[in-house]
């Protein structure tokens, strides 16, 4: 699964390269496929301009960053378990927020580096605040991963206790 995952991520990551690392047309002009989308946006009463599409499309942009990393990181191999005897909390937080840590760092890290690349890009405009919503988006995604994660990681655990005839009253 771990595998699956991690192919999924390198062909997100040559797709997020491909889309941010490719000279643009030198033109103010925004793509037919913005006004339609906001046409479209303005008819089901969400009515928005191109620079809050564009402020929208990075922060999805890399949703799938932070979901997927976060992935990666928290099925990774853990370290031994504690005594069986030791009492352990329901969720297992460190190792989720370790990951998690390690997600929005390397968020940080990719965005700025193509923020950086793209001043070299003929028609590329880096800003401070494009880092900033790529990085939103990726603290996002892996949002919605931590909790998926802890409950995963418990199941086991509860199944075993359930059958030692372990109860939360006892």
Same mark, same amino acid.
């Given at each position: 699964?771990? @595998?699956?995952?991690?192919?999924?991520?390198? &062909?997100? /990551?040559?797709?997020?390269? !491909?889309? %941010?690392?490719?000279?643009?047309?030198?033109?103010?002009? +925004?793509?037919?496929?913005?006004?339609? !989308?906001?046409? $479209?946006?303005?008819?089901?009463?969400?009515?928005? #301009? *191109?620079?809050? $599409?564009? /402020?929208?499309?990075?922060?999805? /942009?890399?949703?799938?960053?932070?979901?997927?990393?976060? $992935?990666?990181?928290?099925?990774?191999?853990?370290?031994?378990? /504690?005594?069986?005897?030791?009492?352990?909390?329901?969720?297992?937080? @460190?190792?989720?927020?370790?990951?998690? &840590?390690?997600?929005?760092?390397?968020?940080? $890290?990719? #965005?700025?580096?193509?923020? *950086?690349?793209?001043?070299?890009?003929? =028609?590329? &405009?880096?800003?401070?605040?494009?880092?900033?919503?790529?990085?939103?988006?990726?603290?996002? =995604?892996?949002?919605?991963?931590?909790?998926?994660?802890?409950?995963? @990681?418990? &199941?086991? +655990?509860?199944?075993?206790?359930?059958?030692?005839?372990?109860?939360?009253? %006892?």
């Amino acid at each position: 699964m771990v @595998r699956v995952v991690r192919v999924l991520f390198g &062909v997100y /990551m040559a797709a997020v390269l !491909v889309v %941010t690392l490719w000279p643009s047309p030198q033109t103010t002009d +925004a793509p037919r496929w913005t006004q339609d !989308v906001l046409a $479209l946006l303005d008819r089901v009463g969400l009515g928005m #301009s *191109v620079e809050h $599409l564009e /402020m929208a499309a990075n922060v999805v /942009m890399f949703l799938p960053f932070g979901f997927l990393l976060m $992935l990666i990181l928290g099925m990774a191999p853990r370290p031994p378990q /504690m005594p069986a005897r030791a009492r352990r909390p329901l969720f297992e937080v @460190r190792p989720l927020l370790h990951a998690f &840590v390690l997600t929005t760092v390397a968020a940080v $890290l990719v #965005s700025g580096g193509i923020e *950086v690349v793209q001043t070299v890009i003929p =028609g590329r &405009v880096p800003t401070v605040q494009d880092v900033a919503l790529n990085v939103a988006g990726a603290v996002l =995604g892996a949002l919605v991963v931590g909790p998926m994660l802890a409950l995963a @990681r418990r &199941v086991p +655990a509860l199944r075993r206790r359930a059958q030692a005839g372990w109860s939360p009253a %006892t």
